[in-house]
Nanobody
Framework: QVQLVESGGGSVQAGGSLRLSCAASGSIFSIIYMGWYRQAPGKQRDMVASITTGGSPSYADSVKGRFTISSDYAKNAVYLQMNSLKPEDTAVYFC????????????????WGQGTQVTVSS
């Protein structure tokens, strides 16, 4: 079994910063994709930032220039540095990963973290 555990959410004022962390644990052979998604009340879950093994990061237009995704595959971890936060960034942030569990031939499976609340006040 694979688990993703997020940390680092909280409440900040507009213009502030937060850093989210996500660590994957369990049976992990390789991580193909890691990303951050967010879901505000009454809205769909949207991709915020993502990164693939050996690939370039990708960002939603709404966070470009403010958020930075980074990964540490030695620790099976992904991070999201969020600067210049705005009230519209308020949401539950979810870590998402696609992982091969046991071998190079294992079928990759998607996993979600439990989510961490980010609240930005004006």
């Amino acid at each position: 079994q694979v688990q993703l555990v997020e940390s680092g959410g909280g409440s900040v004022q507009a213009g502030g910063s937060l850093r989210l962390s996500c660590a994957a644990s369990g049976s992990i052979f390789s991580i193909i994709y890691m990303g951050w998604y967010r879901q505000a009340p009454g809205k769909q879950r949207d991709m915020v930032a993502s990164i693939t093994t050996g690939g370039s990061p990708s960002y939603a237009d709404s966070v470009k220039g403010r958020f930075t995704i980074s990964s540490d595959y030695a620790k099976n971890a992904v991070y999201l540095q969020m600067n210049s936060l705005k009230p519209e960034d308020t949401a539950v942030y979810f870590c998402y990963s696609v992982i091969r569990a046991t071998s190079p031939s294992s079928i990759p499976h998607p996993y979600w973290g439990q989510g961490t609340q980010v609240t930005v006040s004006s």
